[in-house]
């Protein structure tokens, strides 16, 4: 099983920017797959999930409304489109995946299997 994140890059404030995490071993029509982020000195923070079922779909507070998540099954792949960016999304963005979802999609503890993070940067 292997999940490769990818996309990230150095933006400025208010830019756009979409990482993608391709798998394989896995399916991501079978699987939650949940985004993740860390900053230095701080904990693992949920971004957003999407659920394996019917696509539903569950973000951060501190990025609601600007970051959608999004699912390509054909291509075994999940987007996350992140709009609006500031300097505070700045952090190295991890996807996992989880088979179940016992703890919640917001828990680190639910997921699994995890990439190996993309870095984004903001400059303001």
């Known amino acids: 099983v292997q999940l490769q994140a990818s996309g990230g890059g150095l933006v400025k404030a208010g830019d756009s920017l979409r990482l993608s995490c391709e798998a394989s071993g896995l399916a991501v029509s079978s699987h939650h797959i949940g985004w993740f982020r860390q900053s230095p000195g701080k904990e693992r923070e949920f971004v957003a999930a999407?659920?394996?079922?019917?696509?539903?779909?569950f973000y951060g507070d501190s990025v609601k409304g600007r970051f959608i998540i999004s699912k390509d099954s054909a291509k075994n792949t999940v987007y996350l489109q992140m709009n609006k960016l500031r300097p505070e999304d700045t952090a190295v963005y991890y996807c996992?995946?989880?088979?179940?979802?016992?703890?919640?999609?917001?828990?680190?503890?639910?997921?699994?299997?995890w990439g190996q993070g993309t870095q984004v940067t903001v400059s303001s």
């Open positions: 996992a995946a989880s088979a179940s979802a016992a703890v919640g999609l917001t828990s680190e503890a639910t997921y699994r299997a």
């Open positions: 999407i659920r394996r079922n019917f696509g539903m779909t």
